[in-house]
């Protein structure tokens, strides 16, 4: 079994892929080709935003966005402490200040009812992160920004596709960022990522941002990076595009058989087990499909003998982490600190079948009782 089955997506869209990549290399213009256009008007129309720049990866995606906002030394931006280290990190080269807000117990997301507090004459952006697969609660978060003149960046690396409303992640905010990392629930064969924004001059300085801070051949008006996106990975994701909604609806219908199976079979049992929550009023495209449980690590290799990948997304906060600990209170951001002591996921992907999805929740039975002996 496989923690994400990106063979059988592979088999499924075969002779597509094939066909795109060849495209690529009979026209040969393997950097800036045509299917960058291509991708970014696709992408850009799917999410209902004018402007889409796509770039090398989901990390890249941040920190131009930063850079395209004018972040720098001594800026503070908030953000939360439960993620993958880039959404610190991004903040940390610029040399601009991470400050942790803590996260909501039953989503895991920045929890925006503490936002207000942390904001400071220095705050110059709000970065949430929507982790999982589900938009943070961006209307609260957009509201707050709104009162005190902040940007919002939504760190959508683990969410594309998700719906919030009647809006799309990456679609909620002054700029969405979101990966192509394989994994994700849009992913290319390699890296890359997009930053989608309905400013026009945001999306300019974010297209020379990726360039080398270049307006024109050779010449360079802004600060940038060498982060475009290549074309091969672009005409990837763009054979992957007709087959996305039909994922996402797979995706959906997994997380919802995941639930059932585990309150009927494991909660209802009397198991130590809780669920993710999922807003009445956004969906989640599952790019993890993460529980919560003590003794993770004994339940882990018991799963591991059973043959059940798993992970941890993530087993340290960034409050923790040492290049980002000064400064900090390790004591500070419980709900982050006890996430991270509890979370494991299990196996997802659009094409997990049902059969296997039913052996992850018995062996996950059977290990949670017996690591409880």
């Known amino acids: 079994m496989h923690f994400t089955d990106l063979k059988s997506q592979y088999t499924a869209l075969k002779s597509d892929i094939d066909a795109a990549i060849q495209r690529v290399l009979d026209h040969g213009q393997y950097i800036m080709g045509p299917e960058v256009a291509q991708l970014e008007a696709a992408l850009a129309a799917r999410t209902g935003v004018a402007h889409c720049v796509t770039v090398s990866s989901g990390t890249e ?24 280290v880039a959404t610190g990190e991004v903040i940390a080269l610029l040399g601009a200040v991470p400050v942790y807000v803590d996260i909501e117990p039953d989503t895991c997301n920045l929890d925006a009812r503490l936002l207000e507090a942390a904001i400071t004459p220095r705050t110059r952006a709000i970065l949430p992160v929507s982790l999982y697969g589900q938009v943070a ?192 209170d390790p004591a500070a951001h419980p709900h982050s600190l006890a996430a991270a002591a509890t979370v494991m996921s299990l196996p997802m992907s659009a094409d997990l079948s049902e059969a296997d999805q039913d052996r992850v929740v018995a062996a996950l039975g059977e290990a949670l009782r017996e690591t409880a002996a």
């Not at 997994?254 to 929550?277: K, N």
């Open 137 to 328: 609660d961006m209307d609260a978060i957009n509201a707050v920004a709104a009162r005190h003149g902040l940007p919002v960046v939504e760190d959508a690396a683990q969410s594309y596709g998700a719906r919030y409303g009647s809006r799309q992640s990456c679609g909620v905010s002054t700029i969405g960022c979101t990966s192509f990392f394989p994994s994700k629930p849009l992913g290319c064969y390699g890296d890359g990522g997009a930053l989608f924004t309905d400013d026009a001059g945001l999306a300019q300085a974010a297209r020379e941002i990726r360039v080398h801070g270049q307006s024109a051949r050779y010449h360079h008006t802004r600060v940038g990076v060498g982060g475009r996106m290549d074309t091969l990975q672009c005409a990837v994701v763009l054979a992957k595009l007709p087959r996305f909604d039909w994922e996402l609806a797979r995706r959906q219908a997994l997380g919802v058989r995941y639930a059932a199976l585990i309150q009927a079979q494991l909660i209802d049992a009397g198991l130590p087990l809780a669920l993710p929550v999922v807003r009445a009023d956004r969906d989640c495209v599952w790019a993890q499909y993460t529980v919560k449980l003590p003794n993770r690590e004994a339940v882990q290799a018991a799963l591991k003998a059973r043959g059940i990948p798993t992970a941890v997304h993530y087993p340290k906060p960034l409050h923790l982490q040492p290049a980002y600990a000064a400064g900090h």
């Open 61 to 84: 995606a941040l920190l131009i966005a930063l850079m395209a906002l004018g972040i720098g030394p001594g800026d503070e931006v908030i953000t939360s402490p439960f993620t993958f």
